[in-house]
DNA sequence: TTGTAGGCGTTATCAA
DNA sequence: TTGATAACGCCTACAA
C-alpha cells in the first residue's frame, strides 16, 4: 500500500489535519512546522490519494473528451491532434484527460455520456464534430453538466464554443478557383447531420453564388470524411461521362486525399488538369503529390483554449468571450495554382 | 449533486446493503427485490460514484498511456490509431482511459509517472516506443507496478510485451529490393536511443549482408519520426552528387512520406528512378503518390492486446504468453514495384 | 434474504 | 497554531 496522509502525520507526531493543511498551503501553519511536513513528505514519498481527495471534494480534477467515431475514424488527423492539445492543456493546468471512444449517435455514445455526467470521473466535457441536433448538448444542458464544444449546433442553447468560419472559408474558397477560371468546381461533404457539412456546403453554394456559377446537384456527392470515402465519392464524380469536374473541393483534407488518388488513377494531372482542395492544414497535406491547397484551423491550439474555456466554466466563472469564431487561413499550394 | 446509492436505497425502503449487492449481482438477492432495484437504479439514472468506489475497492478501473513526444508534433498516426485501440478496449473492459502527453525523457514525463504511481489514478500503464534503456521499465519495474508495452529494451528486466519483428522485416524489405536489382539503398533512421531504430536499422544491416551488399555509412541518415524530418533527411542523402541513393527504406510511413516529397521535389520519379518503403501500414500509406510499399503492423489490435495483457497483469493473473513477437507484412505497392 | 456498522484517505468544520 | 471529528459514497464482514 502507497503511504498516506496518516503515516506521515504519525511519523511527525502531528494531527492529519495539520499535515493536510500544511501541504494544501493554508496559512493558519507555523512556518517551522511546514517545512517539516513538506520534507517529511517528500522523503517518504507521499502523494494524496487521488480517490480520497475526489471523494471528499467532490471534484475529480479531470476532464473528459470521447474521440466521435468508429474504429477507421479515430486515425483522423483532427483528432490526434485535438488529443494533443487537450493532454498538454490538461497536464499544464494539472489535470488529466480522460479519453474514450463511441460512434455518433450510438448507444455506445449514450452510455459513455451518461456514466460520465452521472459517475463523476470528470468535471467536464470536450465536444467536438458537433451534429446539428445534437442530444449530447442537450443532455448536459439538461443536466447542468460543464461543457464547451468544437463548433456549434442549431439547437436554441447556449453553451461557450469555438468554432472556424468555415463557411467563408469555403466561399473563399470557390473565388479562388472561381478566379483562375473554374466554373465545374464539385463538391465532397459528410453527412448532413453534421454541421461541419451544413457551414461547409453553404460556403460552397455561396461561393457559387458569388462568382455567378450555377449550383448543379450532379457535382455535389457525400462522404465519410476519410480517405477512403473521398476516394470513392471522387470516383463516381469523375465517371460521370458529360458532367465530370474540373475541381473538387472536399469537406477536409483526408477526402480531398483520397479524392487525388482517384484523380490520379483516372490519369488526371492535379493541378494541370484538374484543381482539388481540402481543409484543415493538417501536416499531411503539405506532403501530398502535388501538395494540396487547403484552408488551416489551428487544432491545436483551439484544443487547449478549448480547455481554458471549460475550466472557467467548471469554475463557475464568467467567460470573457464565450463565442469564438476564428478565419480559417487558405493556403493555396500546387494542386490548385492554375488557371485555365 | 448525483443521486447516490442512498437515494435509491431510501425510495425502495431497502437498505444500501441490498441495494449494492442488488447491483452487483450477488445471489444473495432476492430476484424481485434484485429486479425492483435495477429498475429504480436505471430509472433515477442512478450510476456509482466513481471516487466513492475507487477508494473503498482500492483501484481505479482506469489505465494509463502517456503519448512519448513534443507538442505539436505527437499527431503521428501511430499514436492516434493506438489510442483508439486502447480506449476501444478501456471502453469495453469498462475502464477509462487517462492521456497524458510528455517528451521522452523530459522532466515532465518523471512527473506524470511519479504521479501517476504514487497518486493512483491508474491501476496499469501502456508503454509504447520504448527506448533501449528505459527509465520508465526501471521505475515501474522497481515500484512493482502494473505495465505492459508495446516493444522491448535492452535491460535485464522481465515485463509483458509485444512487439514486431521489425528486424526481419526490414531484413526482408532490403531482399525485395536488392531481387530488383537495387545495391545502393539507404536507410533513414531516427534517434539511436529508440528500440525500434536499433531493430530496424540492424534488420536493414542483415537484409544487406544477406544480399552480398556492402554497408556504407554515407547511405545512411538520422530522422525523427515525422515527415518533415523525412523530408530533410532524404534531401540531404539525394543531394550527395557521387552517393544518391536509388532507394530508401525508412523507419517508418511518415518519414517516407517526406522523403517521397524530396525526391519528387528533385525530379526524381518514384517506382522508376528511385524505390521508396516505409514501415507502419498507416491508412496514408495507401494513398500515397504512388502508393507506398510498407511493412504493416496491426497498431490497433495490438494496443487491444495489450490491455487484456494489462489486465491480467494488474489482476495477477499469469499471462499464458507475456511476450509476444508478431511478424510485420510486407505490403508492396508501386512505389517499389520495378527492377533496375 | 436483508440490515448494521466500519472504514477506504481526504478535507472541512469547529473547538481547544 | 493545532487537533478531534464528521462526512464524502461505496463495499463488505458480520449479525439478524
Known amino acids: ?180 477560371g473554374h466554373r465545374r468546381i464539385a463538391y465532397i461533404g459528410a453527412p448532413a447531420k453534421f454541421t461541419l457539412q451544413a457551414e461547409r456546403f453553404t460556403g460552397y453554394q455561396e461561393g457559387l453564388t458569388a462568382a455567378g456559377i450555377a449550383f448543379e446537384e450532379t457535382l455535389v456527392a457525400e462522404s465519410d470524411l476519410t480517405r477512403t470515402g473521398g476516394y470513392q465519392a471522387a470516383g463516381q464524380l469523375l465517371d460521370q461521362a458529360r458532367h465530370a469536374p474540373a475541381a473538387i473541393i472536399c469537406v477536409n483534407d483526408l477526402t480531398a486525399i483520397g479524392a487525388m488518388r482517384a484523380a490520379r488513377e483516372r490519369g488526371r494531372v492535379i493541378g494541370r488538369d484538374i484543381a482539388i482542395a481540402g481543409y484543415d492544414g493538417t501536416d499531411e497535406s503539405e506532403h501530398t503529390d502535388p501538395p494540396l491547397t487547403t484552408l488551416k484551423q489551428p487544432i491545436y491550439d483551439t484544443a487547449h483554449r478549448l480547455v481554458e474555456m471549460l475550466l472557467r466554466r467548471i469554475a463557475g466563472e464568467p467567460i470573457a468571450d464565450p463565442h469564438v469564431i476564428l478565419q480559417p487561413e487558405l493556403i493555396v499550394r500546387q494542386s490548385t495554382a492554375f488557371s485555365v
Do not use: C
Open 1 to 180: 500500500m502507497a503511504v498516506t496522509i496518516r503515516d506521515v502525520a504519525k511519523r511527525l507526531r502531528l494531527s492529519i489535519t495539520t499535515v493536510s493543511r500544511a501541504l494544501d498551503g493554508y496559512d493558519d501553519v507555523a512556518d517551522k512546522t511546514r517545512a517539516r511536513v513538506i520534507r517529511a513528505a517528500r522523503d517518504m514519498g507521499y502523494v494524496p490519494s487521488r480517490a480520497a481527495r475526489q471523494l471528499r471534494r467532490q471534484r475529480a480534477d479531470a476532464i473528459g473528451y470521447i474521440i466521435p467515431g468508429r474504429a477507421p475514424y479515430f486515425t483522423d488527423p483532427f483528432s490526434s491532434e485535438f488529443i494533443a492539445g487537450l493532454g498538454d492543456a490538461a497536464t499544464s493546468h494539472n489535470l488529466d484527460l480522460l479519453i474514450s471512444t463511441a460512434p455518433p449517435d450510438s448507444d455506445a455514445e449514450l452510455y459513455v455520456y451518461t456514466r460520465w455526467t452521472q459517475s463523476r470521473p470528470v468535471d467536464g466535457i470536450v465536444l467536438s464534430r458537433l451534429r446539428l441536433k445534437d442530444w449530447r448538448v442537450k443532455y448536459l444542458a439538461q443536466n447542468d453538466f460543464p461543457f464547451v464544444a468544437h463548433g456549434h449546433t442549431h439547437l436554441r442553447l447556449d453553451f461557450p464554443y469555438i468554432e472556424m468560419d468555415s463557411r467563408a472559408g469555403f466561399a473563399q474558397l470557390v473565388k479562388h478557383l472561381a478566379d483562375r
